[in-house]
Each structure stands twice: as structure tokens, then as C-alpha cells.
């Protein structure tokens, strides 16, 4: 049986090895905080290079759909997402992906839109944009910290509360623009093991911040994006994690994020590994450096940190090149823990 199913495995990777792409921008502003941003002129030379070098620039629902029905993709499919819907995407993002013809998804938070706060588009303008072509999609009602309960509250009740937040946010996106895609992209990155069971129960797909080429071996309630922003923005690096691959993930003993005592999270790891070699594996663990990884087996390997992880967000990475393509196989895994009293970096 096992024997069986590791030979589909092998099967279903040479038939599907494709992977997706999926770019994750926010502001496009020469103007706005360089952590999250890329300037007009970046933003231009990288859409030209997909241009240039015939990448196959897919909405992100068709990606999603192609890896739900296990369909192969072309190769050199990219995606192209925006979060929380800031102005600078309907003045200065959306004339040049028109341009090139390229489409996109954008993933907003009602609220601050309805509010006006600043830099954000109005819901007119984001109502336009749909009429054009533009992929509307969830980001919570008022982009909150998912995880993290309120004083008081129960697990029952949290769940709840955030079930009732991602409908209602669909809910309005529905009723303003027609569309309905059942994509939320976590606020923060943020999100935890009940919260994916919670969203596969209903049918949605979710998307982090963790890196890596999606593809058949990720979790559809957990895809990576590559982030472009401040020094992510670099065209001769994001050339790399443009040409990366859907790393062959079987099993891992652990993928939910939440930590909630051990600040060291071992990850154990299991990989078809057909067109990898171990010694080329390299991990790196966020702000302490490379390790090699710790091999178990002849497709296992292990990773820890040496230190504790810092309050808030970290992630595990692990690269290795294709034994047969031009590129490498991607993985990264995230992490959000809490101070040791329990309450959360104030961000």
C-alpha cells in the first residue's frame, strides 16, 4: 500500500512539476515605507522582465484551480497579488500591469477602505478595478491579528469570531463587485492550525508570507507568496525565486505556525527525492544564519533553531537546486510566537 502510493507520488511529481509563482506587493510608491514597498520604476523593470523572458503571468484563481485538480502548469507561471488595497495600486500599479496585460488579484480589508484611512483607495475605486479585469479577494474585515484572542474569550468563541469575520469581509466584496473567489490572504502571515481547518471546512483557499513556489506539495490553506519590498525588491534576486520550484514536501511533522511553548520548533521533514540532492539542501533560519540540515534518512531531514525564536513572526527556509531544471526547490515554513507571558509584540 505504501509502496503503491509513493510510486503515484513519483508519478503525479514528473506529470505536474510545474510550479506557480505567486509575487505579493503592497504599496507601489517611491513615497511610502520601503519595508513594504516597491517604487514605480522597480515595479515597471520587473513586470518588464516578465515580459521580456515570456513568463506566463495567470490570474491566481486559475493557479489555485490547476493545483486543486492536480493539472499540470506551464512552466514559468506567475501570479501577481497586492494587499490591502492601497491607493497606489489604482493610480500607479494598475495603468502598467494593463499595459503589459497582465492580471492580478488584490487582497483587501473592508474596513480601513470604508474608512478612508490613509493611502487607501476608495470603494469606488476598488469597485473600478474589478470592472476591469482585477481579482477582488478577502483579507479580513479590518485586517486583524487572526491568531490572537481577545481578553476573556474562549476557543469556541474566537473561532467563531473569525469564521463570522473572513464571511462577513466575503460577503461585502461579493455584494460590491460580483465576485466570490473564497481567497484570503492572512493578514500579517499570520495563521494557525484551527484556523486552516476552519477555512478548508468552508471551502476557502488562503494564502501566507512564507516563500516558495507553490504547487501539488502545498497546503491550499497555506500557500507561499514571495514578498517584494524594500531589499526583497531586488530584480537580480527576485530573478532566482522567479525561476523557483514547488519543493517535494510529503510529510512534515509539524506545519502549524503557532508555537506556544517551545521557542526551538524541531521541523522533521520528508521529500521525494527523485530530482534532489541532500548535500545541495540548505536551510536558513531567520536571523541566525544557514544550517545544513540533519539527515534521518535517505528522504528526511530535520532543522532547529540554535536559539529561541523572537516574539512575532520567523521562518525556517530550505533551498536546494534541481537535479534535471534550472533552479531551485523552495520551502519555507513560518513561525509566530508570543512573549512568555502570552501577550504578542505590539506591531
Not at 121 to 137: F, R, V
Request: net charge neutral.
Amino acid at each position: 500500500m505504501i509502496k503503491t502510493l509513493l510510486i503515484g507520488l513519483l508519478l503525479l511529481a514528473c506529470t505536474s512539476a510545474q510550479a506557480a509563482v505567486i509575487l505579493q506587493y503592497h504599496h507601489v510608491s517611491a513615497t511610502t515605507p520601503a519595508s513594504t514597498s516597491v517604487t514605480p520604476k522597480q515595479f515597471r523593470e520587473q513586470m518588464q522582465y516578465l515580459y521580456d523572458h515570456q513568463f506566463n503571468v495567470l490570474p491566481l484563481s486559475d493557479i489555485v484551480n490547476a493545483i486543486k485538480s492536480q493539472q499540470t502548469l506551464p512552466a514559468k507561471t506567475v501570479a501577481i497579488t497586492f494587499d490591502d488595497g492601497y491607493r497606489s495600486i489604482a493610480t500607479t500599479a494598475h495603468p502598467i500591469l494593463k499595459e503589459y496585460g497582465f492580471p492580478y488579484t488584490l487582497f483587501v480589508s473592508v474596513e480601513p477602505i470604508k474608512r478612508k484611512y490613509g493611502n487607501m483607495m476608495t470603494w469606488n475605486e476598488l469597485i473600478e478595478l474589478s470592472k476591469d479585469g482585477a481579482e477582488i479577494a478577502n483579507h479580513s474585515w479590518g485586517h486583524e491579528h487572526l491568531i490572537r484572542r481577545l481578553p476573556q474569550e474562549t476557543q469556541a468563541q474566537w473561532i467563531k469570531r473569525i469564521e463570522q469575520n473572513i464571511d462577513q469581509t466575503e460577503a461585502a466584496i461579493a455584494e460590491a463587485t460580483g465576485q466570490n473567489l473564497k481567497m484570503l490572504a492572512y493578514p500579517y502571515g499570520e495563521y494557525n492550525a484551527d484556523i486552516e481547518a476552519m477555512l478548508a471546512k468552508k471551502g476557502y483557499v488562503a494564502l501566507g508570507q512564507q516563500s516558495g513556489a507553490a504547487g501539488i506539495y502545498s497546503s491550499l490553506t497555506a500557500l507561499p507568496r514571495f514578498p517584494v519590498a524594500g531589499v526583497y525588491a531586488n530584480l537580480d534576486t527576485l530573478k532566482v525565486k522567479l525561476n523557483s520550484l514547488n519543493m517535494p514536501v510529503i510529510n512534515q511533522n509539524t506545519s502549524n505556525p503557532e508555537l506556544t511553548k517551545n521557542w526551538r520548533p524541531k521541523l522533521i521533514v520528508t521529500l521525494d527525492m527523485t530530482d534532489i540532492y541532500p548535500h545541495q539542501m540548505m536551510c536558513f533560519i531567520q536571523g541566525q544564519g544557514a544550517q545544513k540540515p540533519l539527515w534521518l534518512g535517505k528522504n528526511q531531514f530535520s532543522i532547529q533553531a540554535e536559539t529561541d525564536l523572537p516574539a512575532g513572526r520567523s521562518r525556517y527556509n530550505c533551498t536546494a537546486p534541481s537535479k534535471t531544471k534550472s533552479g531551485y526547490y523552495w520551502f519555507s515554513q513560518a513561525w509566530v510566537r508570543p512573549f512568555d507571558d502570552g501577550s504578542w509584540p505590539k506591531e
